[in-house]
């Protein structure tokens, strides 16, 4: 026959128990939020991982050019800008097909698309210059690119090949005509940052301000983008001043810089441009 635990052990038994669930729930918990939470160390494989497949660099056109004339301005940064593009894209077509194809799969999918693409643009560049100067030749021997395997940009960082100030696009990318089709649609609601295109009027550029003037007319190109994106997303906001105080004024300050630096380049070796400052300002179209 048992005999009956006395009461205190009773209460023990029952403390002991509770303790061990409430351990148990804890070591539950914690093993779900461990699982759910990524470490720092996949994070950091994640980046080295992105940055393995190396970096397609190419060589500088821009400062290869002699003096542009005036009448060819626009054409040569918009050709400028495309070089810089077709490197961006060939990057992240390199990223997109790490491990796919054989050993010589970058140079034939990649680098030799990229060289065919690069001399027909180097090709209207030279025929843009040509048709009121003296064209330049031997362009052609910029246009192989190589992939530095090291995962850093040693290259061209759009300083060169890129452009466009006034009617080419950033040194991010020129847009497809569906693409801008889209983005024009979807901009109708609230308009459309415009401003005077600035390369059209300048003079002929010193071959040895090819290169600022050229990283200037991205720049330009550049804010019209950010001054665009930032009135859609503040669609709303603000009374009826609120783009003119907040988005075109500050744009307009921008654009005075940049017009001035461009200015200013020129002027070292040449002629300083005059009223370029009246390009500085920008509107709203619905």
């Known amino acids: 026959m048992s ?20 351990a148990l729930s804890g070591a539950i918990i914690a093993g779900t939020a461990l699982a759910g939470t990524p470490s720092k160390s996949s994070g950091n494989n994640a980046r080295t991982l992105a940055a393995s497949p190396g970096t397609i660099t190419c060589p500088d056109v821009a400062p290869k050019l002699p003096a542009i004339p005036a ?3 626009a054409e040569v940064t918009r050709n400028l800008t495309l070089l ?17 194809g054989g050993p010589n799969f970058v140079n034939n999918a990649i680098l030799g698309p990229l060289k065919d693409k690069r001399v027909a643009t180097i090709n209207r560049i030279a025929t843009a210059i040509g048709r009121t100067a003296a064209k330049p030749t031997g362009l052609d ?19 060169g090949n890129a452009g466009n100030g006034g009617s080419g696009a ?10 801008s089709t889209a983005a024009g649609s979807d901009a109708s609601a609230v308009g459309t940052i415009t401003c005077p295109d600035v390369a059209s009027k ?4 010193p071959a040895s301000a090819q290169a600022e003037v050229t990283r200037n007319l991205t720049l330009l190109q550049t804010q019209i983008d950010e001054a ?14 609120f783009v003119n105080n907040a988005i075109l004024g500050p744009l307009a300050d921008k654009r005075k810089s940049t017009v001035d630096r461009i200015a200013i380049a020129i002027g070292r070796t040449s002629t300083k441009p005059t009223g370029l400052d009246s390009l500085a300002a920008c509107t ?3």
């Open 3 to 22: 005999r009956a635990l006395p009461k205190y052990n009773k209460r023990r038994v029952v403390i002991i128990g509770g303790a061990a669930a409430v």
């Open 141 to 159: 021997s910029l246009a192989p690119c190589t992939l530095n395997a090291g995962g850093t940009n040693s290259g061209s960082t759009g300083t």
């Open 202 to 205: 300048l003079p002929a550029i």
């Open 228 to 241: 665009n994106k930032r009135l859609q997303s503040t669609v709303g906001q603000g009374g009826p001043n």
């Open 284 to 286: 709203l179209t619905k």
């Open 84 to 100: 810089q593009t077709q490197i961006d894209e060939a990057n992240k077509r390199l990223v997109d097909t790490v491990g796919q």
């Open 170 to 179: 950033a040194s991010s990318a020129t847009p497809s005509a569906s693409a």
């Open 71 to 73: 009448s060819a301005q």
